[in-house]
C-alpha cells in the first residue's frame, strides 16, 4: 500500500501550523496544539530545518518558523527532506537494481506512474493544503495525462 509515514504526517501538520501562525513556534506548542509525540516531532523540525524548509531561533520567545512563504513549500519537498527520494518500486532507489530489471514489463508503465505522483505532489504546497477549500484536479487538466489516456477515469482529489 502506498501511504505517507507518520513523520511525512506530522512534518506536514507542523508546517501547516507554521503557516497559519505568526511568530516561531516551539516543539512544545506545536506537539500540544495537535497531538503529536514532542520528542518525534523536535527530530522531524531539525530534519526540516536541515533541508532548508523551516529556519530556528534560539532564546526563550524562540521556535520555529517557515523558510518560504507557504505557497513555495510543495508536499514532495517535504516528503523527500523527511523521508528522502519518493518512489513506487524500489528499481528507482539507491538500494540497487531489481532482479528482474532486464525483463521487466512494467517498469515502463510503473515509471510513468511515479512520475505523476511525484508531478502532482509537487503541485501541492502547502499553502494549498491550509485552504478549507483545497482540491485539484488529477489529469488532463492538469497536464499529467499523454494523449491516449482517458482524463474522464481519473478522479477529483478533495480534501
Request: with cysteine; aromatic share 4%; charged share 20%.
Amino acid at each position: 500500500m502506498l501511504q505517507l509515514s507518520k513523520k511525512v504526517d506530522y512534518a506536514l501538520m507542523a508546517l501547516m501550523d507554521l503557516a497559519e501562525r505568526e511568530g516561531p513556534r516551539s516543539t512544545r506548542e506545536i506537539a500540544v496544539d495537535h497531538g503529536l509525540p514532542q520528542d518525534l516531532l523536535a527530530k522531524i523540525l531539525q530534519k526540516l530545518a536541515k533541508g532548508g524548509l523551516v529556519v530556528s531561533h534560539q532564546g526563550t520567545k524562540g521556535g520555529y518558523q517557515l523558510a518560504f512563504p507557504a505557497d513555495a513549500i510543495h508536499v514532495v519537498r517535504v516528503i523527500e527532506v523527511v523521508e528522502g527520494p519518493l518512489s513506487l518500486t524500489r528499481c528507482w532507489t539507491d538500494l540497487g537494481a531489481c532482479d528482474q530489471l532486464e525483463t521487466c514489463n512494467i517498469k515502463s508503465p510503473l515509471q510513468r506512474l511515479n512520475d505523476h505522483v511525484l508531478l502532482t505532489l509537487s503541485q501541492v504546497t502547502i499553502a494549498a493544503m491550509c485552504d478549507d477549500d483545497f482540491h485539484f484536479l488529477v489529469g488532463a487538466e492538469r497536464g499529467l495525462l499523454s494523449s491516449g489516456s482517458d482524463a474522464n477515469s481519473l478522479p477529483v482529489i478533495q480534501s
